[in-house]
């Protein structure tokens, strides 16, 4: 993007969600701290209040952890996908509130510094059962601010997309400090198993969607492994009007799209945030990205001005009444002739 | 664990994380005013909670950015 | 699928479609999140009563001892006491014995003190903190008749079976204030001088039974202990009783304590 920076672009259906997200923690808070008045009165308000924080944030990540490979398995949650940044930074904030309160409460007003007695307090880092679980917690939290406090385009767009991308796929690894916080901490606290069964499953449920769709992508890149200079496509009549079939063509995945009785092929990596555009939609003629619905045109890959985000693009050839695309990519942008088909 | 190995790693990571923030501090006082519009022309119409919601960023990754700032150069 | 399933983010609307996913989508997330919060509200705990009167100061007059624990003997309730003191924050009230010793040429007993602080109740058993520091004494005066210690020793040494814990967070300011969440914790406060406890349970489950840790000279060993603390520990010792206060004098070496052997074998059954 190229326009000016606004801190948020609001629109209704943006708005809509956010208050979703609202009355989401609404409903979890007034549960937590109403069920604990009533059934766990002895318990401190200190108390109360990080574990309701802790366990709010805990099930905010497994919301966020889901919805990338929904969308992949049901396009239809893609709604769902759109503003998942506004949800990972308000999860950085209640686990943010949870660990402050923590340490304030079990660090502070001591004898040392309590960001040193974090790591100072329990020395058991040689056992599993003792193990220090809050220094998890502190590590956890400090990967989700540092994506938390990147999560605005400008940083997409400045630290390039692959540093970028990379940063936020330090969530896996939050996420696992965050089950090893929760296992070695509360869970090992309270005597049930119950806690112990639920996480589990949870974690390899989060596990196992991943997988799925892993397993499911792997099978789209395998359909056509030739090396050779065209790769088969397929059919025109499999492409649906206005719609894309994603081919993998020498290690790259290439999105060939029919419109107004053409084809056109361009790189399925969107330079946004790398969505699949072969699962976008080409309106007002330009292809649309599904994730934030960034815009490129057909034929040359190109965004329309003002914006300057270019993809490659590919030559497409037709024989036999089969489609096949040339392995050799064109730079970013380049204007190639659309495949006209009767 | 030695207790004293933990203490030294202890204040050996949080003395850097320190001195990385202060100087990162200092890094973003310059870089939301004036950096960022030579890094992104994006940023000069901007509004002033635009430059807010980057700073955070501009503490924790000052680096990159700097080495970004003296490359454009 | 349908042409208005389609939705971008910058849309004001979306379609049906996926209007009625987004709802789908809250809604089984806000039912799981309920369910798992019910759950977790169901099998936590249970939680003791216990009482921090934060924000509430009371008076009390009485003699000071400062063995096995720096307190007061007075009466609570219509009910003759002896009420440890501790300090505010995770620190003990030594800095408070030490100024009254200054001014009471170092004796205690023959000496009625007004004190003033922050009561902390639980199990059974009252403790202060002396909330304003030096500032919570507020009087002290010589006194007629001299109360003379009741001291009992067994003589002998028994093991006891308990978790050491940091009276102060555990008798009230803090719930729960015992096992591995509030371990760190108790290792500040026990830092910080106020004096560990071993609490041991009974049958049921309930803490019955509070001993102070000394060592066989009578000395504090806070520091050597903190790695034993919110674990449960078997101790042995020598146990003597003051004034109905309980002691266990133990050797500080780490040998004398011994980690439950369940407590590696398990990670879900920490504690019984």
Not at chain 1, 190 to 214: K, P
Not at chain 3, 94 to 114: Q, W
Not at chain 3, 137 to 165: F, M, Q, R, Y
Not at chain 3, 234 to 249: C, T, W
Request: charged share 20%; hydrophobic share 45%; aromatic share 12%.
């Amino acid at each position: 993007m190229s326009v000016s920076y606004r801190s948020i672009l609001w629109n209704k259906q943006k708005i809509r969600y956010d208050k979703g997200l609202v009355l989401f923690i609404l409903i979890f808070l007034v549960a937590f701290f109403g069920i604990h008045l009533v059934f766990h009165s002895n318990v401190t308000i200190e108390t109360i209040i990080i574990r309701a924080f802790g366990l709010l944030s805990l099930v905010l990540l497994h919301v966020i952890l889901t919805i990338g490979p929904l969308t992949r398995i049901n396009p239809r949650f893609l709604i769902v996908l759109y503003n998942r940044r506004h949800l990972g930074v308000t999860m950085f904030l209640m686990a943010l509130i949870h660990g402050a309160f923590s340490m304030m409460n079990f660090h502070g007003l001591g004898d040392i510094n309590p960001i040193r007695s974090i790591f100072l307090s329990n020395l058991q880092y040689q056992s599993v059962a003792h193990f220090p679980f809050q220094v998890l917690g502190f590590f956890a939290l400090l990967i989700l601010g540092l994506m938390a406090v990147t999560s605005h385009d400008f940083w997409l767009k400045n630290l390039g997309y692959k540093t970028w991308k990379a940063l936020h796929m330090m969530v896996y690894i939050a996420y696992g400090l965050v089950i090893l916080h929760v296992v070695m901490g509360v869970i090992q606290n309270e005597t049930s198993i119950v806690l112990f069964a639920v996480i589990l499953t949870a974690f390899f449920g989060i596990a196992m969607l991943h997988l799925l769709v892993a397993v499911r992508e792997t099978t789209t890149d395998q359909q056509s492994k030739l090396n050779a200079e065209w790769v088969l496509v397929g059919a025109p009549e499999e492409i649906k009007e206005s719609r894309a079939k994603i081919v993998a063509v020498s290690g790259e995945r290439v999105a060939i799209f029919l419109y107004q009785g053409m084809l056109s092929a361009v790189n399925n990596v969107c330079r946004h945030q790398g969505g699949p555009l072969g699962e976008g939609k080409i309106i007002d003629g330009c292809i649309t990205c599904p994730w934030h619905g960034y815009q490129y045109l057909p034929g040359n890959g190109q965004s329309p001005p003002p914006f300057t985000e270019k993809v490659e693009t590919y030559d497409l050839k037709l024989e036999n009444g089969q489609v096949w695309v040339n392995a050799q990519p064109h730079p970013e942008g380049t204007a190639v002739e659309p495949l006209k088909i009767s | 664990m030695d207790r004293a190995l933990v203490v030294w790693l202890t204040d050996s990571f949080l003395l850097s994380l320190g001195i990385y923030l202060l100087l990162g501090t200092a890094f973003s006082i310059y870089f939301v005013f004036a950096g960022a519009n030579r890094l992104d022309p994006g940023v000069k119409d901007a509004p002033w909670h635009f430059r807010l919601i980057i700073w955070p960023g501009s503490v924790l990754l000052w680096v990159t950015l700097l080495t970004k700032l003296l490359k454009k150069k | 699928m349908e042409e208005n399933d389609f939705y971008i983010g910058w849309q004001d609307q979306a379609g049906k479609t996926s209007k009625r996913r987004l709802l789908d989508f809250f809604l089984v997330s806000i039912l799981l999140a309920l369910l798992f919060l019910l759950l977790f509200s169901w099998v936590e705990g249970p939680f003791q009563k216990s009482t921090f009167e934060y924000g509430k100061l009371t008076e009390f007059s009485g003699e000071v001892i400062d063995y096995p624990v720096f307190a007061i003997k007075t009466s609570h309730k219509g009910e003759d006491r002896t009420i440890p003191l501790v300090g505010f924050g995770k620190f003990s009230a030594n800095p408070v014995l030490r100024k009254l010793k200054e001014r009471t040429g170092g004796k205690l007993s023959g000496f009625e003190i007004r004190l003033r602080g922050t009561l902390i109740y639980a199990h059974g058993q009252v403790w202060m903190e002396l909330t304003e520091g030096e500032e919570s004494v507020i009087a002290v005066a010589p006194k007629s008749t001299v109360d003379t210690l009741v001291l009992e020793t067994s003589g002998s040494t028994i093991k006891l079976t308990g978790e050491i814990v940091d009276p102060k967070c555990f008798f009230g300011v803090m719930n729960p204030a015992v096992k591995k969440v509030h371990k760190s914790c108790a290792i500040r406060c026990i830092s910080g001088g106020i004096p560990p406890i071993l609490a041991i349970r009974d049958r049921d489950g309930e803490f019955q039974d509070f001993y102070f840790i000394r060592n066989k000279a009578g000395q504090y060993i806070n520091d050597k202990i903190l790695q034993y603390v919110g674990i449960p520990v078997s101790l042995n010792g020598e146990v003597e009783q003051v004034d109905g206060l309980k002691v266990i004098k133990i050797d500080p070496p780490s040998n004398q304590m011994v980690y439950r052997p369940l407590l590696d074998q398990g990670i879900a059954k920490c504690g019984t």
